[in-house]
């Protein structure tokens, strides 16, 4: 019986959980959106975010209001579904790099049952050369492609990035030389303000060099 009645408050409490993870359903598409993320919410496996990790990305960019979005590994679209449900709110868009055919296709199509293809501008290619070439400037920027590169795309990234924005880095938690050395850099630049929960780290821009 107690073992059972364990059972029940858990699922409750993940349920909760689960839903309180999911921003207010206000519109059409925040409906379309929800009820993607939640079909899918067991497949999202091939190099994707966990949900509450997508949320987090959600929120930076709805408190600071952010319009202009880079992501650097888009996988199958997880955490660009979380980032563009954002933007649509903002008014903004996301520009996107995955370097896997078949994961992009993949995305691509999330994208679109999403309801969310008109946010994303969904790039295939290597992101080591599409990144340095990217034009413009930008507010926010979601790092999750190989860790062996982060540095290399915060550098790329920072002289685009406007003063107040944030370069947001995923799997800082990971125990490797080449994080190290990604965080004691980014930690080093007295122009951002860096903070790491778990296993995300946000860089915030401060100032120009």
């Given amino acids: 019986m107690k073992i059972r009645l364990f059972f029940v408050i858990f699922l409750i409490s993940s349920a909760n959980l689960t839903f309180a993870q999911f921003p207010e359903i206000k519109t059409d598409l925040d409906r379309k959106v929800k009820s993607f993320l939640e079909e899918n919410a067991n497949s999202w496996r091939d190099l994707n975010v966990p949900l509450a990790d997508g949320k987090v990305l959600y929120d ?3 408190e600071k209001k952010y319009r ?10 997880h955490s660009a579904i979380w980032i563009a449900w954002a933007l649509s709110k903002t008014g903004g868009k996301l520009v996107t790099f995955e370097i ?6 993949q995305a691509v199509e999330n994208f679109k049952k999403a309801g969310l293809s008109d946010y994303i501008d969904a790039r295939l290619g290597n992101a080591h050369e599409l990144v340095p070439a990217l034009k413009g400037k930008y507010e926010f920027v979601f790092s999750d492609a190989d860790k062996d ?3 290399n795309y915060f550098i790329a ?4 990035i406007v003063v107040g924005g944030c370069f ?5 938690d990971q125990r490797s030389r080449d994080i190290r050395d990604f965080i004691e850099y980014i930690e080093s630049r007295d122009n951002y303000k860096t903070t790491i929960n778990g296993a995300i780290s946000k860089s915030y821009k401060t100032k120009e060099k």
């Fill in 60 to 62: 930076i960019i709805i």
């Fill in 68 to 77: 202009a979005a880079v992501e650097i590994g888009t996988s199958t679209g």
């Fill in 100 to 105: 896997d055919p078949n994961r992009h296709r």
């Fill in 149 to 151: 590169w982060y540095k």
């Fill in 157 to 160: 990234m920072d002289p685009k």
């Fill in 168 to 172: 947001v880095a995923h799997n800082v």
